[in-house]
């Protein structure tokens, strides 16, 4: 079907779309941030499956399961591009969701975390943090090493962090000394001993990024922390441009939502959403923008 | 129906049948530890709902939801007495969990745990520590005032507590740290001041007696820890005995449960649920005895 400007109507519609985004919980906003900084036209529907949360702790089962089911609500409610905001459910789960996802594109946030990485590093001796399910499934590793086979990796989980960042202990002398407990194995112990150690260290949670000041104190001048965030949303702006999905680049068919404008939808009540929620976001989440719902 | 021994065949039954327990986690087999000391006649069923835990930082409606579906679990399995081994889920959905099990006896946490403090004190100022949840929810708090209207509470929600001890930090300075970043307004802080601190402190999370070192150390010399799973023991041992439902009272009809015995159920997977759960129980959990189901 063609409209008067000669594009399929089905393109013009679904270029008004929403992009969708979801996380355990409301770690993924650091994600949702990033995107709406760099794509300012677009709007977003973020799920955060908080009465579930987290995912980090839990096995590759139970979270497939749970990633089936957020990316299933997000289609329902109709999105033009997925973003599994999640770096738990990215590394567990991404190609089912993209089978169970088809016509759109599905977009995890570890290969961009990994590009990140890779462009960051100089001595190819990269450090990868992120909770006890990232790290098992081993997922960055790969996706370094795809890029850079001879890459060394120091992979390593800090599952209480996500716990210290929900409980807003972001800085000063007992956040940098949790830190220190998990990190000191990879930059204290090894430089004391007078090895090498790695020259860039990959925030592969979307909780991290809050502890970017505790955690730089305690590895140290010389390592650069890197995040998927970013990196996300430029693959995201490319995706939409190729696929000319990206709004303001066609005739709009005047879908209800604004540009720039994020709907949540969370599985735990709305006001402990919108409190956590904005720690991550920077911006304050008005409760009528967020509905709860089951998964 | 009466058998030979002119005992309904019935009770027979319910009386070789398992105790039920139930937690978000794997917490509560600091209740179940305490049961099996007390009660080495009886057989019992834990249902730890892994894939969804924790309880304690999610809404009361949430909490509500998970509470019915896991004592429906264990109904349908046949147990002869619930008990509620989470203090969050006690304070959020025992009335609803008595409806939803008629016949049976549904045991809290949260009456025992309030009955320990009451006995404990002799100044009748006492602190609570606990989830975010069980705090809000003020369940504790009307327990002992109850039995104590002129007690007066000090309570406290202590989050990190329950990971710190999921990742194994419960003892040493950095333990300590923690335990003082909430304990000082209640302890520290005051005392600095000249003023009356409570004299007792009850360990209100199922979590927390695993830090009961690092916890008195940090609230001095002078306050009594106390914790729900002893009296909690106590209280079904005392149910079981007046209800004829003890092991060991009367005849058996000889079902499969051996004295002693437990078997557990688990949403999440069952490797995970060992691991964590023998740190609890204190003794090894072989996997053939967890069985992983679905709520």
Redesign the interface.
Known sequence: MINSHGISSSLSHLRELPIGLFDSGVGGMTVLRAMREQLPNESFLYLGD????PYG???V??VQKYALEAAAKLMERGIKLLVIACNTATAAALPLVREACPGIDVVGVVEPGAEAACRATRSGHIAVIATSGTIRGRAYEEAILRRMPDARISALAC??F???V??G?LSG??AE??AA?YLDAIFHDPREQGLEVPDTLVLACTHFPLLRKAIAHVVGEGVTLVDSAGNTAREVRQLLREKHLARGSGPSVGMPLCPGSVRFLT???VP?FTRMGELFLGIPIAPCTVEQVTL
Chains 1, 2 share one sequence.
């Open positions: 908080t009465a579930r949360m702790t839990k096995s089962e139970t599952p209480l996500v716990s210290m929900e409980d202990l002398p007992l000394g949790l407990r599985t735990d009540d402990r």
